[in-house]
């Protein structure tokens, strides 16, 4: 990972205590019945919404710095920030017997789980191996942006057919991640 400027750090210092305790603290304020008083309602629903903003600002400045060699280090990082609110909120509720809370920070977590292996997960190509020839179409990635330069620099569009001495680049947030050179393929005996 490309090193974070002195602001950056002291923001990323600031915004990970504080997505843990705005995730515990939603869920404690949130718990009032409306009937009784909904100002707790209302500063409940600001915790969630500071907290999705939180997390969204910590995925910019990460991504921003993001080398893809890194990629374990950043989920650890995120998995661990969504682990320990996660346990402590499921505890007190539990505690409280608050299964519909319990259900909707379970999908909360499962959501921004679900972000954390999108922008930092394996990268994966999917070819479309039904023909005997492969487009440049043919090749996809959910996670990933693939372009093919053919022997002559120039970026083949997606009718146009892979061929020995192509290279594949597969991006990622405008940064090459990994670059394959096609080769002829060789059967083994």
């Known amino acids: 990972m490309r090193k974070l400027s002195f602001f950056q750090k002291i923001l990323m210092l600031f915004l990970t205590p504080l997505f843990i305790i705005t995730f515990f603290f939603a869920t404690i304020i949130s718990m009032k019945p409306i009937e009784e008083d909904a100002r707790f309602f209302v500063i409940g629903l600001f915790l969630v919404i500071a907290n999705i903003g939180i997390f969204f600002a910590t995925l910019k400045i990460i991504k921003k710095h993001y080398d893809y060699r890194?990629?374990?280090?950043?989920?650890i990082y995120y998995y661990t920030i969504i682990a320990i609110p996660l346990i402590m909120t499921l505890g007190y509720l539990r505690f409280y017997d608050q299964w519909l809370y319990m259900t909707l920070f379970i999908a909360m977590a499962a959501l921004d789980v679900y972000?954390?292996?999108?922008?930092f997960g394996r990268l994966s190509i999917k070819i479309d191996g039904n023909y005997d020839k492969l487009l440049a179409g043919d090749l996809t990635s959910p996670n990933g942006f693939i372009k093919v330069?053919?022997?002559n620099k120039?970026?083949?569009?997606?009718?146009?057919?892979?061929?020995?001495?192509?290279?594949?680049i597969i991006e990622r947030n405008d940064?090459?991640?990994?670059?394959?050179?096609?080769?002829?393929?060789?059967?083994?005996?």
Do not use: M, W, Y
């Not at 890194?70 to 989920?75: A, E, H, S, T």
């Not at 972000?115 to 922008?119: A, L, M, R």
């Not at 940064?175 to 002829?184: A, D, E, Q, Y």
């Open 70 to 75: 890194n990629r374990k280090g950043v989920r």
């Open 115 to 119: 972000i954390i292996n999108q922008e």
């Open 149 to 151: 330069r053919a022997k």
């Open 154 to 168: 120039k970026i083949k569009s997606s009718t146009e057919e892979v061929s020995v001495g192509d290279i594949i």
């Open 175 to 189: 940064h090459t991640v990994l670059t394959l050179n096609v080769i002829k393929n060789q059967k083994k005996p």
